[in-house]
């Protein structure tokens, strides 16, 4: 080997120690911005992030949707929590879905979206009042229920059964048994009048888009969304928190997530209302509308004269053994 040659491997040699050795320094010097996604310096999931949640946590409980500032150095937010702990668990508010859904029940525009999102028209936990928004027919399952919706719920398009026929894919939805039921308790009744054809045939897929829909709700002085209160469903909820990083840009952490669920046994709002999806079978099994006897009501059917009832005999066993013609009930809101 020549001289040459060796300085070459000599020096070779040292550019590789020389790298090797910035590198693993550069590398020392990042380390407090490498340990979170954020990159910034002292940031951790279980201390600062945690903290970021909790405090936001409880100023969602609070405010609700609201837009404020926080300033997260005055002693008014200092929470009683050891944040220096490895595992740091987030507190949720096991009411704050519900109160969630009272918050947004007065922004319209949401409930349209969200309505447009239902897995089928017999799903919303809500006793209705009407079919239009006009009025026109009534379905509270009693007169004193129907009375008490003119002065309470007017205002509620949760009362109302056209924003489902308005905002759901209706044809597919309402195929197979459910189309039957419908047509069972509510669209053979409406389909004896003209006013009743013609508001099937214009009312599915009349929505336009988000803002002409809440609008055409407006005029008709429909002002919230609110759902009747019900345990048989845990609702779902997913929120997150975007945080700006070291590099100028957002990135979004959760803050709360829980999966939706069917509670079944532990359902114990049933005594008030049983929905909508057990109002169908049992008018269609038989054979009775969900209207009122009235010139504009439709409650009851009167090809089959069978005796009203109570939910009240049945509260023993309010989903067992009931006989198929009790299809009116008494139901408290």
């Known amino acids: 080997m020549t001289t040459l040659e060796i300085i070459e491997s000599i020096s070779g040699l040292l550019y590789l ?60 937010y200092a929470l009683g929590k050891d944040y220096t702990q490895f595992y740091t668990p987030i507190e949720i508010s096991p009411v704050y879905p519900r109160m969630m859904f009272s918050i947004v029940a007065y922004d319209l525009a949401k409930s349209v979206v969200a309505i447009r999102q239902i897995p089928g028209p017999d799903w919303p936990v809500t006793q209705y009042c009407w079919i239009d928004f006009n009025r026109t027919w009534e379905v509270a399952h009693t007169l004193t229920r129907q009375n008490r919706c003119k002065a309470r719920y007017a205002d509620n398009g949760a009362v109302y059964y056209e924003p489902i026929v308005r905002l759901v894919d209706w044809n597919r939805r309402t195929a197979g048994a459910i189309g039957s ?28 888009n988000v803002e002409a829909e809440v609008e055409f709700w407006r005029r008709h002085g429909i002002t919230q969304y609110t759902f009747q209160y019900s345990n048989n469903y845990q609702w779902g909820e997913l929120e997150t928190l975007s945080l700006k990083n070291a590099f100028g840009t957002t990135q979004a952490i959760t803050i709360k997530s829980s999966a939706f669920a ?12 049983f929905g909508l999806w057990n109002d169908f079978p049992y008018g269609d099994w038989s054979r009775r509308r969900l209207h009122s006897t009235r010139p504009v009501h439709l409650r009851k059917e009167p090809s089959l004269h069978l005796p009203h009832t109570t939910l009240c005999l049945h509260c023993g066993q309010p989903l067992k053994g009931m006989p198929l013609r009790f299809a009116v009930f008494v139901q408290v809101w």
């Open 17 to 76: 120690v020389f790298t090797l050795v910035l590198s693993s320094y550069y590398l020392q010097v990042l380390s407090p911005w490498m340990t979170n996604d954020l990159w910034w310096s002292g940031f951790n999931a279980s201390g600062i992030q945690s903290y970021l949640i909790d405090v936001y946590n409880a100023q969602l409980n609070l405010l609700g949707n609201q837009t404020i500032s926080l300033d997260l150095t005055d002693n008014k």
């Open 181 to 208: 039921a419908l047509n069972t308790t509510i669209g053979n009744a409406l389909r004896k009048t003209r006013a009743g054809q013609d508001w099937l045939a214009q009312t599915p897929y009349s929505f336009v």
């Open 262 to 273: 069917n509670r079944v046994g532990s359902w114990t709002t049933v005594y008030m209302y």
